[in-house]
């Protein structure tokens, strides 16, 4: 079953606005501790999930031979619990409220060569992942303490992207730079409006993992931990033919706080980058096996 095909309920509008108000109310620890009981409910009730959680472990531990990586319930469990946390904070960063001083770079030159980007209005292409939490980059692009691009575009599965435009309405929260794209009506006008975003000196960000729902015959093959996976073509031909300045991404939670990844790509031919964008991924989820995100038969 291809993730589209499965109804993803676990960050439902009405969900969101209830922890969010439980969140303002008893603060981000009781959330958490709702979010702990929910993830035992979800994963003794939900086969599925369990299902391809353990095929994960099992690819994973296969391909590192690490012990602490052995498909188990107790390691099934931890990650669906990290998914739950995961939407915590996933709230936080689309509210704001995220604590900046719990983000860092792990490369402080990249760092430093990203911002001096965006202060000279250079458009960026960041190419993502389901593993860890990217939207923490949101608590950095509502900061004005740093350099702030013109236009944050952003690009999201339709369904996600009402969910999430009524939360920040409902929530009266200010987003002027910020565009939400519906991934299934991606065209060349879209293609159009993005370049333009980023000639202006926008950012943007886009899922290279996950193939379009829209056009599920076009995708690449790829060999993920020794197993075929399939790679959305349009992602990666999109930053061939636009040629901004390209990234991959990734936010990892590291205890309290979180790691953001980000790799330069000088090649942006489609190959060179599907290949290496694998394995930025496989370097991920041996950094943090808990937080690969993806909640069905990734593997063919």
Known sequence: MEWFNIKEKSAGEKRLLI?????????????????FFVA?????????????????FKVLYSFTKNKKHKPSWFNSFRHILSYANALVYKMEAFAGTYNIKNIRFTNETMEREFFERIKNKEGILFICSHIGNVNIMKTFLNNN??????????????????????????LEIKRDNL????????????VSELDENL????IAFIAGDRISSNNPDKYLEAKFLNHKILLPMGTFKLAEILNYKTYFISCLRN???YDIYLEEQTNLNISALQE??????????QITPFQFYHFYDIFM
């Open 199 to 202: 000639k202006d000196g926008g």
């Open 255 to 257: 205890k309290e706080k």
């Open 276 to 285: 290496n964008f694998v394995k930025f991924m496989e370097k991920m989820v």
């Open 19 to 35: 922890s969010w108000y439980l969140y303002k109310l008893l603060g981000v620890n009781i959330v958490l501790v709702i979010a």
């Open 179 to 190: 565009k939400i794209y519906p991934i299934e009506e991606f065209d060349i006008t879209t």
């Open 40 to 56: 035992i409910v979800t994963f003794f009730t939900n086969k599925d999930l369990r299902n391809y959680s353990k095929k994960y």
């Open 145 to 170: 303490t740093y350099p702030q691009p013109k236009t944050v575009s952003v690009f999201l599965q339709k369904e996600h992207c009402t969910i999430f435009n009524n939360f920040i309405n409902s």
